[in-house]
């Protein structure tokens, strides 16, 4: 079967597993639709890609991947608009990004139609599993993995690119309270910081766990040099509020994620007329902004979180709160405009939405 001008193969389901789940009750990353792409890199070149039911996948335990993590990943959301079509948010800078994730990892480029109209096929084939509830949508999770079968340590020369989707709620159902990260770094100047490559993740769990343990969601990570200056919460772009300006870490030295729901944000902020700064933020700035009685929003950007306020951070025993989430007026009305551009009922006036 032939799908736009990209060859996919499409094997179907016999049997579709949507009844199993509880629409009123979607947490984010526990349900896979029924299909996923598939395709091979093998000497040079991309092989046709395939969609075929979603399953287990046999590696031997020899594989690159798993003892070196040559391994990227990218994450975009698909919506309903009110009439019930699918729409996809921005691919094409998530193609972008992987294929800047790709060349710092010494993988190969994925082409444009694999991603875009292999991404488009598998959407519309699993479009029964897009939510339709409010803040719910079908992530979409794109990711490339080195494959060789080859314990010595050079770059692969055999690839696999996935895509797999899974119905998704909020990602965090509250505001987050935020921990000021000085002992543990997560990326320095020439690193791989801006990529969206595994270990990136991997290499956050121990800290995270260690600040869990201590009552809060997530670490707002600093630089390694001076452990001052912020980069990123978690796995999102932090912003905050200080009088009427809006303040974001630039993306710089490659220590930080070019998010796509960050640019998005900027760009809506810019147009409203509204001060945006990308800039070095230190933490002192922060502190005593709050003691001025000036740091009036604070808040995280991501595809999978969208705009998730923060309700506190601290930094050492300085536990800044920040106003009742109810009153600010910056994240709430980023979140409203971006749902309405996202499910169609805004039009679409940056070219931002993709229909399938
Ligand atoms: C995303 O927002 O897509 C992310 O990368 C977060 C994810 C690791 C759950």
Redesign the pocket.
Known sequence: MSVSSLDISITKVENSRIGEIDPANIQ??KFYSDHMLIAHYEDGAWKTPEIVPFNNIAFSPATTFFHYGQAI?????AYKDPNGNPLIFRPQENWKRMNRSAERMAMPEVPEELFIEGMRALVELDSAWIPSSPETSL?I?PFMLAVDEFIGVRPAEKFMFIIITSPAGP?YSNPVSIYVQDKYVRAFPGGIGFT?AAGN?GMSMYPTMQIKKMGYDQILWTDGYTHKNVQEI???NFFCVIGDTVITPAITQDTI?A?V?RDSVITLLKEKGIKVEERDINIDEIEAAHKAGQLKEAFGT????SIAPICALTYHDDKMELPDISTWEIANWLKAELADIRYGKKADTHGWVLAV
């Open positions: 984010f990353g990943f990218e994450g975009v959301k992530y999770r990602y969206k993740y978690g796995t999102m994620l998010g729901t991501g595809t999978a979180a």
